[in-house]
């Protein structure tokens, strides 16, 4: 069983920046894959990015490339995702999620263990 839980969420505007953070624990971390998901009112929950249980892969959609930065430090069971000029489409519930599947799976339904959510709101 692995325990997730996000923060660093809140309101920000145009062009500014967050990072969220993962705290795991329960079983061991460092063997899962972990991604980060969002999900709109009204719209399918989508992946944003992932990061290898190692750290040396990592995947990034394309509507964030060049903006958003996922990293993990396995020492403190934690991954971040630093989210720099922000739009207002980026306002969604954010959740970290870990698998067993690899970095590769970007199915909801491929994650076995998920955070509660932190809500992004960025205003224009």
């Known amino acids: 069983q692995v325990q997730l839980v996000e923060s660093g969420g809140g309101l920000v505007q145009t062009g500014g920046s967050l990072r969220l953070s993962c705290a795991a624990s329960?079983?061991?971390?460092?063997?899962?894959?972990v991604g980060w998901f969002r999900q709109a009112p009204g719209k399918e929950r989508d992946i944003v990015a992932a990061?290898?249980?190692?750290?040396?892969?990592?995947y990034s959609a394309n509507s964030v490339k060049g903006r958003f930065t996922i990293s993990k430090d396995n020492a403190k069971n934690t991954v971040y995702l630093q989210m720099n000029s922000l739009k207002p489409e980026d306002t969604s519930v954010y959740y970290c999620a870990a698998t067993q599947w690899g970095v590769g799976t970007s199915s909801p339904d491929k994650y076995d263990y998920w955070g509660q959510g932190t809500q992004v709101t960025v205003s224009s």
């Open positions: 990061i290898s249980w190692s750290g040396g892969t990592t």
């Open positions: 329960g079983r061991t971390f460092s063997s899962y894959a």
